[in-house]
């Protein structure tokens, strides 16, 4: 129904045609419908078309469209609408010569030498990556024939590489029967691999296809870096081949998204006329996808157009030989300097089981590489400052004249006194000791002493995300009195493998807020690294009250280390609070006594003050 629609429809769009002398046979129509009905892959996509037909073939006006050229176009427009595949095609070809699939003739050796040559490419690339491109896939029958001079003449030799690029941008045909002896140099010769089920047609057969454990010499294998390259001309049987390693996750596919073809397609003639129409013949489905690439194509692992995809493939082989020596020198490095030796001896050899197990085989660019190690690595340790890092060290102290120092204060810090005579300091990142002391002075006057004099102090660490912790027992040692001296923390340096007690400093650069005073610390899940040490240590003395939510559970600033000689960085924490059950707060955070929103925290610990103060007066 919908075709013989289609058909008017195109007729009226072409215009009022009104010549009545039909030039072409009336069947054509009929015909044509037939052999798309007995041949089409899809046939489920047919329903109505019988009736379609009967509809047409009464109607003719499509006949009499006055070119053949013209009504080849009408009437493809029309199957393809109907049915909705673009590869149906009608065609008007009063010179075409039917190809005869090419037999293998009996050649003498030297002439078949020839042949291969000139339709297979090799070469040995820098750093042994073996470079192959076949430009047509060989059917069962053919690779028979000429299996063993292929094996000498070019399996051998790429054979021994250490890594493989598998040309097929250029691949626009080939026999579905060459698809299972490709595939299986890839793979394992036990156990079978169900790796494509194609439905033929004609023969109304499926026909599945399976690795093979039995191949003519030896296999490429399972682990050496495998990358197939595409282009839009990579056509048929070469998508079928691209579209299995890639799911099968064995090769990477590089380049251009594939045209989208068929598994099996055939040109009929239409009864006695020199029309023709193209139809898919056979279809295929993935077992691993349950899909296909047919139509739709392949999509790359990684997308770039044609001509860089050899350039790029070899990019990516060359951040693939460097992994081993990467993951080995990072087990190492974790192994050596993580401050809790016991988890870091164990991610050592999680990671190396996990490059063993080939998690790292598909990388295909250094920042992949990058992501990949960074989330294995925190998963593996439940540390998220274990990671990778680009090597942006932070610069050197700079030296500032005393106006911008001051300036820096004034928007490093908050202050404000709300009523009741309550303090509040607000810091969102804690300085290196040494730099802090240098403009201690500056701190004093600008910002602590406009809420030193308070009854009860709130500091408001919600957005502090840490720094280093040099400065952190200076700036407890404010909450204390003078002439006593408390241990705040122990710190675990798993570097020089001694343990460092975290004292009260007896001198301090203007007055102490003391012991006495109500202090209530904000915090929230980004309160991160030396902010969570600094409400570790308050909490554990009982010095302050923690109102928010539970701080972020990061670690004390990690240590940045080189992988070897490669551009690869590690942050490693290296020191840790020392308790003997295990980690403090790193990995787990700090959690309040009153948890509440972090965002409500600053009215909540108003809240607490205003009763307390309020009551009093
Ligand atoms: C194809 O074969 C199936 C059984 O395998 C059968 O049910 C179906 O009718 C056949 N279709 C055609 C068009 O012969
Ligand atoms: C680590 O990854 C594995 C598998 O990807 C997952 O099952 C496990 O839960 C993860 N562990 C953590 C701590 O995230
Ligand atoms: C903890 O800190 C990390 C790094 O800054 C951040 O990405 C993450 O969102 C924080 N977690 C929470 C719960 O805010």
């Known amino acids: 129904m919908a075709w013989s629609f289609l058909l008017v429809a195109s007729l009226f769009i072409l215009g009022d045609i009104g010549v009545s002398h039909a030039s072409f046979p009336p069947t054509i129509i009929v015909d044509m419908a037939k052999i798309i009905m007995d041949n089409y892959c899809s046939p489920e996509k047919l329903t109505g078309m019988k009736e379609a037909i009967s509809a047409a073939s009464s109607n003719t006006d499509v006949l009499k469209i006055p070119d053949a050229e013209s009504l080849a176009n009408v009437l493809s427009a029309g199957v393809q609408n109907t049915v909705s595949d673009p590869r149906l095609k009608v065609s008007f070809e009063p010179n075409y010569v039917p190809e005869v699939a090419p037999q293998m003739p009996p050649l003498p050796p030297e002439q078949l030498v020839a042949v291969l040559q000139t339709s297979i490419k090799l070469d040995i690339l820098e750093g042994n990556i073996g470079y192959l491109r076949i430009d047509h896939i060989l059917g069962e029958e053919a690779a028979d024939k000429v299996g063993p001079l292929l094996l000498e003449l070019v399996w051998n030799k790429i054979l021994p590489t250490s890594a493989l690029i598998f040309d097929l941008r250029y691949t626009g045909s080939g026999d579905a029967t060459g698809i299972p002896y490709i595939v299986s140099y890839f793979t394992q010769a036990e156990p079978p691999i169900h790796i494509d089920s194609i439905y033929d047609r004609p023969s109304n057969t499926t026909t599945k296809l399976f690795s093979m454990s039995k191949l003519l010499g030896e296999r490429y294998g399972v682990t050496k870096p495998l990358i197939i390259l595409t282009s839009r001309n990579t056509k048929g049987i070469a998508e079928d081949i691209a579209y299995c390693l890639k799911n099968m996750r064995r090769a990477t596919i590089v380049g251009e998204k594939t045209a989208g073809g068929s598994v099996k397609i055939n040109k009929f003639k239409v009864s006695d006329t020199d029309f023709y129409i193209t139809v898919p013949t056979a279809k295929c489905r993935s077992p691993i996808t349950g899909s296909t690439w047919e139509v739709t194509g392949v999509t790359p692992n990684v997308e770039v157009v044609a001509e860089d995809a050899l350039a790029t493939a070899i990019k990516i082989l060359k951040i693939r030989a460097q992994i081993p020596a990467i993951i080995e020198g990072t087990a190492t490095l974790i192994a050596d300097n993580y401050a809790f030796e016991n988890i870091g001896a164990d991610v050592a050899t999680k990671l190396k089981v996990l490059q063993a197990n080939g998690v790292y085989n598909m990388i295909v660019s250094k920042s992949d590489l990058e992501e990949k190690l960074s989330s294995d690595l925190q998963n593996l340790s439940g540390d998220k400052s274990l990671k990778t890092t680009s090597n942006a060290q932070s610069p050197p102290p700079m030296e500032y004249p005393p106006e911008v120092y001051i300036d820096l204060i004034k928007v490093s810090f908050t202050t404000e006194v709300f009523e009741n005579n309550i303090g509040y300091l607000r810091f969102d990142m804690f300085g290196d000791f040494e730099e802090v002391k240098a403009i201690a002075q500056i701190i004093v006057e600008h910002v602590w002493n406009k809420v ?166």
């Open 452 to 617: 030193v004099n308070t009854d009860a102090m709130i500091v408001d660490l919600r957005n502090n995300i840490g720094g280093p912790t040099t400065a952190i027992a200076g700036f407890c040692s404010y909450f204390f009195d003078e002439d006593k001296e408390i241990v705040l923390d122990k710190l675990y340096d798993r570097s020089s493998g001694t343990t460092t007690e975290l004292r009260t400093l007896p001198e301090l650069t203007g007055a102490r807020y003391g012991s006495k005073k109500s202090l209530i610390i904000l915090t929230s899940g980004a309160t991160a690294g030396a902010a969570e040490e600094f409400v570790y240590i308050m909490k554990k003395v009982g010095r302050a009250m923690i109102v928010g939510a539970t701080t972020n559970g990061s670690s004390h600033p990690p240590k940045t280390f080189r992988v070897g000689e490669t551009d690869i960085f590690i942050d490693i924490p290296t020191i840790h609070s020392d308790t003997i059950a295990g980690p403090a707060w790193e990995g787990a955070g700090v959690a309040p006594h009153i948890p509440v929103r972090a965002e409500d925290a600053l009215e909540a610990a108003k809240g607490i003050f205003n009763k307390h103060f309020g009551g009093q007066k």
